[in-house]
């Protein structure tokens, strides 16, 4: 949840760069870049959850686990759709 709440924080920083008469694009760059490590550290945080549930399932639960997700992903939900990217 922090990370979301920096990603938001960080959306709205670009709005604000993009909306100003004057575009500072190196700022833009800077929010830009930090964003996309917020990204990742999102993306490092999920995968390892992903992998500490496959770690306590069966091969069975792991094969329908897997499957949800990629019927989620296929629907645009889940860890990696754009709903939680903020797309």
Avoid: C
């Avoid at 004057?22 to 990204?39: C, F, K, P």
């Avoid at 550290?41 to 500490?52: G, M, P, Q, T």
């Avoid at 549930?53 to 329908?64: I, M, N, W």
Wanted: overall charge negative; aromatic content about 4%.
């Amino acid at each position: 949840k922090e990370m979301t709440g920096e990603m938001s924080y960080k959306r709205d920083q670009l709005v604000d760069l993009l909306s100003q008469e004057r575009v500072d694009h190196d700022r833009l760059e800077s929010v830009r870049t930090e964003m996309a490590a917020i990204q990742g550290r999102i993306e490092r945080e999920v995968i390892s959850h992903i992998l500490s549930l496959k770690a306590v399932l069966t091969p069975e639960q792991q094969r329908r686990f897997f499957d949800l997700m990629r019927e989620s992903l296929d629907r645009g939900q889940g860890p990696w759709s754009s709903e939680n990217r903020g797309g």
